[in-house]
T-cell receptor, first 113, second 116 residues
Framework: IAGITQAPTSQILAAGRRMTLRCTQD?????MYWYRQDLGLGLRLIHY???????GKGEVPDGYSVSRANTDDFPLTLASAVPSQTSVYFC????????????FGQGTRLTVV | KNQVEQSPQSLIILEGKNCTLQ??????????LRWYKQDTGRGPVSLTI?????NTKSNGRYTATLDADTKQSSLHITASQLSDSASYIC???????????????FGTGTLLAVQP
């Protein structure tokens, strides 16, 4: 693994189903983020984690949950998907101590039907 | 309210031509400003970072400027190539104190199409 990886790349999900989007980074970055990107709205922060063991709510957290059991992994869970959660989801990580840029995964395109 | 606005929303230029993208922000206190390039179907990738004391910075054919007084930044692309077709996103970092992590404010991006 080089950088930050998301899985799956795309998914079609029935409304009401549970879904976990995976995100893994190998850069030992302390901070990780989940964003959703919708046409005309730009990237909006869902949840973040400044360090392993801690998480926080972003701009649009409702309907989503996250966990940060270790430095490398930051899964995003939709407990009961709704059509408004159709979006492209990006995971990102950065080293806030060194104030580096945010490195983004390739994205997960999720369609809730 | 911390906001980042970009213009134009979209732009079409011919290969070889130059173009300039604009970013206006109302973020305070300001930490830094980054320009990201996002290719279709990919995640954003950082092009440049501008801090408060920097007026201009280049990365190959990309040159970013920052006017901290007017809270404006621009990204100038010289001799455009087909591979420059992408969305360009301006991201401003809000400085936080007391050990809190800086917050990132994203613009909605400028979609650039370079045609042969």
């Amino acid at each position: 693994i080089a950088g930050i990886t998301q899985a799956p790349t795309s998914q079609i999900l029935a409304a009401g189903r549970r879904m976990t989007l995976r995100c893994t980074q190998d850069m030992r970055h302390n901070a990780m983020y989940w964003y959703r990107q919708d046409l005309g709205l730009g990237l909006r922060l869902i949840h973040y984690s400044n360090t392993a063991g801690t998480t926080g709510k972003g701009e649009v957290p409702d309907g989503y949950s996250v966990s940060r059991a270790n430095t490398d992994d930051f899964p995003l869970t939709l407990a009961s998907a709704v059509p408004s959660q159709t979006s492209v989801y990006f995971c990102a990580s950065r080293d806030t101590d060194k104030n580096t840029e945010a490195f983004f995964g390739q994205g997960t395109r999720l369609t809730v039907v | 309210k911390n906001q980042v606005e970009q213009s134009p929303q979209s732009l079409i230029i011919l290969e070889g031509k130059n173009c300039t993208l604009q970013c206006n922000y109302t973020v305070s206190p300001f930490s830094n400003l980054r320009w990201y390039k996002q290719d279709t179907g990919r995640g954003p990738v950082s092009l440049t970072i501008m801090t408060f004391s920097e007026n201009t910075k280049s990365n190959g054919r990309y040159t970013a400027t920052l006017d901290a007084d007017t809270k404006q930044s621009s990204l100038h692309i010289t001799a455009s190539q087909l591979s420059d077709s992408a969305s360009y996103i301006c991201v401003v970092s809000v400085r936080r104190y007391g050990g809190a992590t800086n917050k990132l404010i994203f613009g909605t991006g400028t979609l650039l199409a370079v045609q042969p």
